[in-house]
């Protein structure tokens, strides 16, 4: 399987065009320190009230297998209320055995996910049960539209990882809906992927055909994984069998756990920030410890979703000071406990506009400068996440973009301090033709996707057209010049027939 | 002159309201230590240089008596050239004056406008020569719409000063429309305010009229000051004499100079951000140094305005990657000299969308991360500053309002951390009734301005507005409501006199 001349193509591609480079952009890191909004104190605190909820309270493990697993290592369990209580100790041996960094193998050996440390990245919108667009409107999710926001993240470039349920394919049946994604995850894109957050049969699928992807065997892919799984707690306190059958299927075949209370402060958490990450974090750490007593090492990410309701109608809000708050001591508590951390960049906004771009701009620079590896949602999310829109993976990919080039650390050689280039131009006079310009100006700056810089005039003579009219132009040309990554035809055969094999066994099951 | 009555109806009316606080805030601190993207070693390479530039190229004074004072301090003068050029040991010597922090007084004892440390000021838009709004579109600026973005910045209380000239008030003539937008200052609001930064009679009359706000002597004044000048130097190395005029008074007065070099990069600028850097600071401190020439502690803001232009067009950018390094690492220079600095939340935008947003969340995140200390354009800037924009106030107050939040420190209690709370709710339960929540829910959440947080059927059927469109009602509702605040009738008719009688001098002259 050899895809060396496409990548060289889209680079050269890239290069020439006066437009935007769409060539994948290289691994991303964060070259500040993390910001931090809480004390060591403040983090010790929060996590000494974690340990005793888990203690004390416990969590509702809705499955018999998972209270097994907790019981043989010292939980105390209950079976008639189903709650599994954890004393610190046990928590922090598994601890012990989570990795702190670790690497998601993508199809294409340069877009493998690294985990950890400094690296920044950027998944799309994942469970969304609509997709919206300027022309179609909202609508439920089908499989085109979840194909089509396949295409353009793997168009886009700036996407680290596929995301996995991107939006909802209501048009093909629930018993087999995630067949088809996986199939279309391994044929519109070839990096990671994520397989769909519940059921066991679905995790057993996705690392069946991750395997058949990766052309290895099953067993194979235990230590070199390939799959994330993002699935949440109930919270508070619950885990859904159906979602503990998942994580399960997933540690014991050695791939990533990202596990994501969702701790809505005021409605399934308590209504104070403190509050929330303490029940956040026991949450998050009573699965991670389930994961390491499946199987130790598994890679685990720890979640953070904590925001605020709009406290006059129930409303989830994001993107608010809260959520940043939240957000920044989160990836504070993982760092603490020497865990990869899961942030998200998301908006309550019901279109568009000017809201859902700041409400996205707050929530992805906390997840950015909080120094957390995951950071889901990044691209298309909308109405807090009950859409998928395809003008607002427009919008975010120039966020993301714009992003990519201030992580970049800022060098530069004598001759770009360009003393000779200023005394040589006059005062009052200009750069334009300057040599030590014309020598650098094709390279100098960032190209937009989006942005439109020209004067009123011309923009208006040009239609007047607002930024999310712009995009609906951008994603239809993406769509139109997409070109499907190599796949090796026998490996697309091998999918396509698995994929029809057990849909045929769950149609009948 | 007692205005705590009304302050205090301010404030309860914000207390009492389901809506948002328009109180005005307190002063705002950055809490983290300032981002920085320079390493000291690469500051001092930029230092180095420009101290090189200062030199070996020096700046063109077009003002005998600026040269002069430069000529008397042992700078190297050419009349014919009108080159002055300045030696590090001069520069060096004269910026030991420049304070590391002053106090601008406000006629509102609460609202004084501390500059330097980790404080943080918003300013509005100035200079813009247009005003646009949904409703009349875009048109020449006038003296309606420049009180009206006063009572607007006024009555948000998210801004720290009024700005200076908010739009150009096309309709007065030229001669005596300072006169007009002082007058205008002082009756809309009680905060700091700027004169207009060209010509010596503007900065003169400035000075009269805030003695007469204040009720004290101009002399008094240069003790305690009042006022800033916000203005530029003609990029690349010039500066144009009647903004040397207003410099020289502003500083024999002891009132502020914030300078601020136009150098956008491959345009007034080298094309390369280091490029850019050292002629910024160059530029700068030349004029810093005439400030202290002209008074030894004048105090002095250090501007940063460096940002690229499209090389296709020549259009400037904001807001862009390479701007958000330049505000960075123009702060981190301004630290290194122990002098305040003042950078901008600006876009390059046609219209209030999504790109006018990103680009203004980009730099305004980059202002406030960097710990600049005066924050322009930071309410209403549009089209790369052509326009002056109503809709855009709004939008850009809620992003002030949400940082404001934002860099309040986390504080919490052992109450705080509900551990009782999350122990007496059941797994899959809520906190909506429980005690814990009752007792905080009223203000646990920052309120927003102008977010929708309605679910997709409510807004559609609510006429589906978005955020701009919603502005529009919101801008119109506070002039609406907007009340003038306390303003003793004597110094209102003092004022008008001055203003009567300067309008008739000028006219004649």
Avoid at 364 to 391: K, V, Y
Avoid at 394 to 410: F, G, M, S, T
Avoid at 480 to 491: E, G, H, K, R, S
Wanted: glycine share 8%; hydrophobic share 45%; aromatic share 6%.
């Amino acid at each position: 399987m050899t895809d060396a001349p496409s990548r060289r193509r889209e680079r050269t591609r890239g290069a020439r065009s006066t437009g935007p480079s769409l060539a994948p952009l290289p691994r991303l890191a964060n070259p500040w320190a993390p910001l931090e909004v809480l004390s060591a104190e403040q983090v010790e605190r929060i996590l000494n009230a974690a340990f005793q909820i888990l203690e004390e309270a416990g969590l509702e493990i809705r499955s018999p297998a998972a209270r097994a697993i907790y019981a043989a290592a010292g939980a105390l369990v209950d079976e008639e209320s189903q709650l599994v209580r954890l004393g610190r100790e046990l928590v922090e041996a598994q601890l012990a055995f989570t990795p702190e960094r670790f690497v998601l193998h993508a199809r294409n050996p340069e877009r493998h996910l690294h985990v950890g440390d400094n690296v920044v990245n950027f998944g799309p919108v994942t469970g969304a049960p609509n997709i919206r667009d300027q022309e179609g409107g909202r609508r439920y999710g089908d499989l085109e539209a979840f194909r089509n926001i396949l295409k353009l993240t793997h168009r886009l470039g700036v996407l680290h990882w596929q995301g996995g349920i991107v939006v909802e394919p209501v048009d093909v049946p629930v018993a087999v809906r995630h067949l088809a994604t996986y199939q279309a995850h391994i044929e519109c894109s070839d990096i990671v992927w994520a397989a769909r957050g519940i059921g066991g049969i679905q995790a057993e699928d996705a690392i069946a055909l991750s395997a058949i992807e990766h052309g290895c065997t099953v067993e194979a892919l235990a230590s070199r994984p390939t799959l994330m799984t993002v699935t949440n707690v109930n919270s508070p306190r619950r885990v859904d069998e159906e979602i503990l059958d998942n994580i399960l299927v997933m540690a014991r075949h050695g791939q990533c756990v990202v596990i994501t209370p969702f701790t809505l402060m005021g409605a399934m958490a308590p209504v104070t920030l403190a509050g929330a990450l303490v029940q956040q974090t026991a949450e998050a750490l009573a699965v991670v410890t389930l994961c390491q007593l499946a199987r130790p090492g598994t890679p685990c990410v720890m979640g953070g979703f904590t925001s605020n309701v709009d406290m006059r109608t129930g409303s989830p809000a994001f993107g608010t000071p809260e959520y940043v708050h939240a957000v920044i001591a989160g990836a504070q508590i993982g760092r603490r406990l020497k865990i990869p951390v899961r942030t998200s960049a998301v908006n309550a906004s019901p279109m568009v506009d000017a809201q859902s771009t700041y409400e996205t701009a707050f929530s992805l620079q906390a997840a950015i400068l909080s120094n957390s590896h995951l950071i889901n949602h990044a691209a298309g999310w909308l109405e807090g996440g009950l859409s998928a829109s395809l003008e607002k993976i427009i919008v975010d990919a120039e966020l993301l973009r714009n992003w990519a080039e201030i992580l970049k650390r800022v060098e530069f050689t004598d001759d770009d301090l360009a003393v000779e280039a200023i005394k040589g131009t006059a005062a009052g006079g200009h750069f334009f033709g300057a040599s030590h310009t014309l020598a650098r100006y094709e390279s100098a700056f960032y190209r937009p996707l989006l942005s439109d810089w020209s004067n009123f005039e011309n923009w208006r003579d040009a239609g007047s057209r607002n930024a999310t009219e712009r995009a609906t132009t951008i994603w239809k040309k993406m769509l139109t010049d997409y070109v499907p990554p190599p796949l090796d035809p026998a490996v697309r055969d091998a999918v396509a027939d698995y994929v029809a094999r057990r849909s045929a066994e769950l149609s009948a099951a």
